[in-house]
Structures are given as C-alpha cells and as structure tokens.
C-alpha cells in the first residue's frame, strides 16, 4: 500500500508544480509523476532537517516543503528533459 501512495502523491503533487509553474511543461505525464514522487521524499527529508515530525492530523508544514520541492525538481527536471529527449521529438 505505501507504494501505491507515493504514487498518488507524486502524481497529485507533479500536476499541482505543472500548474504552479508558470509557461508550458513538456515532460510527459509519467515523468512528472516520479518527478513528484521525488519532490515528496526530499521535502519530508527538508522538513525532518528543520525539525518538522509527523504530528496527529495535517502537517502543513511538511506538505509545503513536498511542494516547494516538487516545483523545483519538476522545473529542473523538464529542463533535463528538453535539453535531451525533447529537442530530439521537435526535429522528428
């Protein structure tokens, strides 16, 4: 069960930074879902640095930091992206 919700976190989380940032994204979907997932992992890794721990009901806090992460590693990974699968589609 933990695998399949980090799945449906990275995918939610993926499709929020998609719509955060601002201009086109041109990773395709299943990307942006790892691209989540992996936003996920290292804003809980951030939050557990600046003392944040799982506490009863909605950590904030920590979903933010998934978030802030997320944005940054689907950004940078879209640019990865573009900078070598992409331009090979757009002179097919």
Request: aromatic share 10%; no cysteine.
């Amino acid at each position: 069960m933990g695998w399949l919700w980090a799945i449906i976190v990275g995918f939610v989380l993926g499709l929020l930074a998609k719509a955060i940032i601002p201009g086109k994204q041109h990773s395709p979907l299943w990307l942006t879902t790892i691209f989540g997932i992996l936003g996920a992992i290292v804003g809980n890794a951030v939050a557990r640095a600046f003392g944040i721990e799982a506490t009863p009901g909605i950590d904030w806090m920590r979903h933010l930091f998934q978030l802030v992460a997320a944005i940054v590693i689907v950004a940078l990974g879209d640019m990865a992206y573009m900078a070598t699968l992409g331009r090979r589609r757009e002179r097919a």
